[in-house]
């Protein structure tokens, strides 16, 4: 189960001042910028359509994964997500990105749900912060299908 991708070597640098880099922090007088486009797909995105109700199912499936050794539960995650420059995705952006889990993009399958191909839009350091595209998996976790994780970049 890979309900979060991290890996090693992503390069960060923390920089000092008031939060308005990309990734919807603000007001913060600490950001952690990630500089690199690929350290930032590496990063977790977790999406619900239906945050409370649903977190202690979250945290029950992902605490299981020895993936996740520390254990950090949902809101912990989401809580530090400025500091680590994290995003969130909403479940209709994650959908959306995967024309609606379409079957057509289906990529793959695991024990707790079908993986897609994704397209999803990231504020790029080597064009000034601007958008571009990039190519992702997401993971539709099967509970109830109203849960999907952005885990990783696209290895195609
Ligand atoms: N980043 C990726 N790029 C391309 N294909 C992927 C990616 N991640 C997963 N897949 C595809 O989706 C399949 C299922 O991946 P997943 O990570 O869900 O497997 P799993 O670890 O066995 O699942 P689970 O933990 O739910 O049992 C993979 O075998 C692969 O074909």
């Given amino acids: 189960m890979k ?3 991290f890996t090693n070597g992503e390069r ?3 920089e000092e001042g008031v939060g308005g880099g990309g990734g919807g922090s603000g007001g913060s007088d600490v950001v952690s910028r990630v500089v690199s486009r690929v350290s930032w797909a590496r990063s977790l995105s977790v999406a619900s359509s ?3 109700t649903r977190r202690s199912e979250f945290d029950s499936e992902c605490n299981s994964s020895r993936d996740l050794s520390d254990s950090l539960g949902f809101y912990e995650l989401l809580s530090q997500r400025r500091a680590n420059d994290l995003r969130v995705f909403t479940f209709a952006e994650l959908k959306s990105a995967s024309r ?5 993009l289906l990529i793959g399958e695991g024990g ?3 993986v897609y191909r994704g397209v999803v839009r ?5 064009n000034d912060g601007l958008d571009s595209k ?5 993971k539709q976790l099967n509970r109830h299908g109203f849960q999907a994780c952005l885990f990783s970049f696209l290895f195609l």
């Fill in 134 to 138: 990039m190519d992702v998996a997401i």
């Fill in 112 to 114: 707790f749900g079908c």
């Fill in 100 to 104: 609606g889990f379409s079957r057509a």
């Fill in 12 to 14: 960060r640098e923390e």
């Fill in 50 to 52: 239906s945050v409370d």
């Fill in 3 to 5: 309900c979060f991708h």
């Fill in 122 to 126: 990231v504020p790029d350091d080597e």
